[in-house]
């Protein structure tokens, strides 16, 4: 079993910064993917930024170049800087393992993420 807990979420003016943070533990495996979703109000979730295979990262165009995921594989922790954030940004953010084999995704609680304008 995998437990996915997040923080860091809050309230924010447009244009300010907020660090989500991921801690993963259970049954953790190297190839394992993890990344941020989130879902607005009235919307579907969506992608937001993931690790793909080989180590890359892969971003939704909405938030390249003002989103970064890293990742601290010693702490089994994954985060997401979120700089210059708008208004469209608000949303509640899940952070998501994948397992490959054989599949299943994990999710967290979710952390609201509210920009003001």
């Known amino acids: 079993q995998v437990q996915l807990v997040e923080s860091g979420g809050g309230l924010v003016q447009a244009g300010g910064s907020l660090r989500l943070s991921c801690a993963a533990s259970?049954?953790?495996?190297?190839?394992?993917?993890m990344g941020w979703y989130r879902r607005a109000p009235g919307k579907q979730r969506e992608l937001v930024a993931s690790f793909v295979s080989g180590g890359k990262t892969n971003y939704a165009d909405s938030v390249k170049g003002r989103f970064t995921i890293s990742r601290d594989n010693a702490k089994n922790t994954v985060y997401l800087q979120m700089d210059s954030l708008q208004f469209e940004d608000t949303a509640v953010y899940y952070c998501?393992?994948?397992?490959?084999?054989?599949?299943?995704?994990?999710w967290g609680q979710g952390t609201q993420v509210t920009v003001s304008s």
């Open positions: 259970g049954s953790i495996f190297s190839s394992d993917v």
């Open positions: 998501n393992l994948r397992r490959l084999v054989p599949f299943k995704d994990y």
